[in-house]
């Protein structure tokens, strides 16, 4: 069985400062791959990033980056100098290469005050 | 525009009135899927489709029924809705969920079930 954690309820921070949010998982399979998405307060949810398990280069893009450790199981997400507009529940995502079940995490709730 | 949509995006019902939440995509994609949405739960996978008349259970499928006798349309049914249904529920589709395609969710439908 897959299991995505991320422990981080809820977070607040300031505008500007730079926030990490953590995503731990778990499964059997040795193929895999891993997802963030973003859901602002719409409520729509939008696809950021895809990493594949035998990718474990890191990806910057603009503010945002992504730390993928294979070895601590780890999908963490960083957001540098946070800005009001990336107030919004952030989840973690998991699907086993040819698996057609995705499987979330609870999400963080970031909340970005000015 | 690529899009997934979803109607109603809000609906109040009465337990037992059977209802249909539709879903539709015009990206060609061959999997389709159904989520709910409950706080502190994260989303969950209700239903999901490989192709025309193939479909299958996710975590919670209890309570819902599902049919694709198109591509491009993949509705949800509630035969006899209860309070615990209660929830907002997303569509989503991809291209092939197992080779790391992301998937595309619509802009959901918030159910109430009294």
């Known amino acids: 069985a897959q299991k995505v954690t991320q422990a981080q309820t809820e977070i607040s921070v300031v505008e500007k400062e730079d926030v990490t949010l953590d995503c731990v998982y778990e499964t059997r399979d040795t193929t895999y791959y891993l997802f963030w998405y973003k859901q602002p307060p719409s409520g729509e949810l939008v696809f950021l990033i895809r990493?594949?398990?035998?990718?474990?280069q890191n990806e910057i893009s603009g503010r945002y980056s992504w730390n993928f450790q294979k070895s601590t199981s780890s999908f963490n997400f960083t957001i540098t100098a946070s800005q009001v507009v990336d107030s919004a529940v952030y989840f973690c995502a998991l699907i086993g290469a040819g698996s057609y079940q995705l499987t979330f995490g609870k999400g963080t709730k970031l909340s970005v005050i000015p | 525009e690529a899009q997934v949509t979803q109607n109603p995006r809000y609906l109040i019902t009465v337990t037992g009135k059977k209802l249909t939440v539709t879903c539709s995509q015009n990206?060609?994609?061959?999997?389709m899927s159904w989520y709910r949405q409950d706080p502190g739960l994260g989303l969950r996978q209700i239903y999901y489709?490989?192709?025309?008349?193939?479909?299958d259970k996710g975590d919670v499928p209890e309570g819902y029924k599902v049919s694709r006798k198109e591509k491009r349309n993949f509705p949800l049914i509630l035969e006899s809705p209860s309070p615990n249904q209660t929830s907002l529920y997303f569509c989503?589709?991809?291209?092939?969920?197992?080779?790391?395609?992301?998937?595309?969710f619509g802009p959901g439908t918030r159910l109430t079930v009294t």
């Open positions: 990206m060609n994609h061959e999997y």
């Open positions: 489709s490989m192709n025309v008349e193939v479909t």
């Open positions: 990493r594949n398990s035998f990718d474990e």
């Open positions: 989503a589709s991809s291209l092939d969920p197992g080779q790391g395609y992301e998937q595309y």
